[in-house]
């Protein structure tokens, strides 16, 4: 019951990251090292190596990695994109193409509203799979869900 949701999650996502990161290219918009590393790992590799993993009996695993990644990627992108000034929030772009920035701040919205929803489902499966009974946990370990 999780694996699809959360494949679906992690498709779309990935999409709208790469759309994103054309909008930095776009407004030349550039990360340095350390930054670039968190969003290549945390935001791009984590989610569908989770994504994987809740199709193996490591599925347990494969949610909390969802859900960690998505969190992670909220807080990175919801600080940067709308709380810290910099170049890389959307009320202090460079200049560009109006429609690079109008690309930029709809991606930047799209992503933090995906990992909203995301963190969040995946805090749902975590926590019901954590109050199910004995015997639908035993069934989901069977099935690699746990």
């Given at each position: 019951?999780?694996?699809?949701?959360?494949?679906?999650l992690v498709a779309v996502h990935l999409a709208?990251?790469?759309?994103?990161?054309?909008?930095h290219a776009a407004l030349v918009i550039a990360l340095p090292p350390e930054k670039n590393a968190f969003v290549?790992?945390?935001?791009?590799?984590?989610p569908i190596l989770a994504a994987s993993l809740i199709w193996t009996r490591h599925a347990f695993l494969g949610?909390?990695?969802?859900?960690?990644?998505?969190?992670?990627?909220?807080?990175?992108?919801a600080y940067h994109h709308f709380v810290m000034?910099?170049?890389d929030n959307i009320g202090h772009l460079?200049?560009?193409?109006?429609?690079?920035?109008?690309?930029?701040?709809?991606?930047?919205a799209?992503?933090?509203?995906?990992?909203?929803?995301?963190?969040?489902?995946g805090a749902f499966c975590l926590g019901s799979l954590r109050r199910a009974p004995a015997t639908l946990r035993g069934a989901?370990?069977?099935?690699?869900?746990e």
């Amino acid at each position: 019951m999780t694996r699809i949701p959360i494949a679906v999650l992690v498709a779309v996502h990935l999409a709208v990251a790469i759309w994103h990161g054309n909008a930095h290219a776009a407004l030349v918009i550039a990360l340095p090292p350390e930054k670039n590393a968190f969003v290549l790992i945390v935001i791009v590799i984590a989610p569908i190596l989770a994504a994987s993993l809740i199709w193996t009996r490591h599925a347990f695993l494969g949610v909390w990695l969802f859900f960690l990644s998505m969190l992670g990627a909220l807080l990175f992108g919801a600080y940067h994109h709308f709380v810290m000034i910099s170049p890389d929030n959307i009320g202090h772009l460079p200049h560009g193409s109006a429609d690079a920035q109008s690309t930029f701040v709809t991606t930047a919205a799209a992503l933090a509203l995906l990992e909203l929803a995301s963190a969040l489902y995946g805090a749902f499966c975590l926590g019901s799979l954590r109050r199910a009974p004995a015997t639908l946990r035993g069934a989901a370990k069977a099935e690699g869900i746990e």
